[in-house]
């Protein structure tokens, strides 16, 4: 294992999954090993990003009722390719080498939870998106 890989795994937040069994499937382990802590180590950048792609299409977002908001939230990583292709490099940056050699396995199924994971993130930080006040 490498530096850059050595250090990548350092500052990842350690999150408490449930127990893997046999059963478990690889995807469920790399998601709770490696998506999980990603996330959360970028979830800040996420809320951040996400104000940004609020303010380039004209504040829409804060004039939706809760509901809709939610909704944009979630229309916003599964249907704008560009956001959400942003989005995915901001995670797998911070793969290892193995993670990666992984992950191209079976990107297809990975992409799916990494978008899902996102989505519950961001749309459990709303109340960070509200628009800042200027002082």
Known sequence: MNFRDRYLLKIRPEIISNTENLNTRNE???????????????EEL???VFRHYIQ?????????ST???LDYIENA???DMKFRNSVKGMIIGQFTLEEHKEY????SSLNKRMMHLVNGSIKNNLILLEPEIIK
């Not at 469920?28 to 970028?42: C, G, M, V």
């Open 56 to 64: 380039k299409h004209k504040n829409i977002f804060y004039n939706l």
């Open 67 to 69: 509901e809709k908001q």
């Open 104 to 107: 191209i396995q079976n990107s």
């Open 77 to 79: 990583i599964h249907k």
């Open 28 to 42: 469920e382990i790399f998601q709770n090993k490696t998506l999980r802590p990603i996330i959360k180590l970028q």
């Open 46 to 48: 996420l809320i951040s």
